[in-house]
Nanobody, 127 residues
């Protein structure tokens, strides 16, 4: 059974940086495409970033492009989301997601593409 555990969320001020981590257990991490999503109060969950199994392909939502970097360390079974220049509108619960794939370069942008989800970590950015 695959389990995903996010960490690294917390309180930040506008302009600060945070790095979220997503530790995976169960299954083969190197065969899992990873994604990050977020959900703000009253809003639907939305795509933030995605990364292919080998880390060579990434994708970002327009709202975070240039401020956020997704990465992974397959040796540590962990994916990361580095967030810089945080804004109050980045306030949300951040979820990591995973799906098994044989593709080494495909990224997935929609929630329905993913099978496994973490419990989420809260990020709150004050102005």
């Amino acid at each position: 059974q695959v389990q995903l555990v996010e960490s690294g969320g917390g309180l930040a001020q506008a302009g600060d940086s945070l790095r979220l981590s997503c530790a995976a257990t169960g299954g083969s991490f190197s065969m899992k495409a990873m994604g990050w999503f977020r959900q703000a109060p009253g809003n639907e969950r939305e795509f933030v970033a995605a990364i292919s199994t080998n880390g060579g392909t990434t994708a970002y939502a327009d709202s975070v492009k240039g401020r956020v970097t997704i990465s992974r360390d397959n040796a540590k079974n962990t994916a990361y989301l580095q967030m810089n220049s945080l804004k109050p509108e980045d306030t949300a619960v951040y979820y990591c997601a995973a799906r098994t794939t044989i593709s080494r370069s495909t990224v997935y942008r929609t929630q329905n593409d993913y099978v496994y989800w973490g419990q989420g970590t809260q990020v709150t950015v004050s102005s």
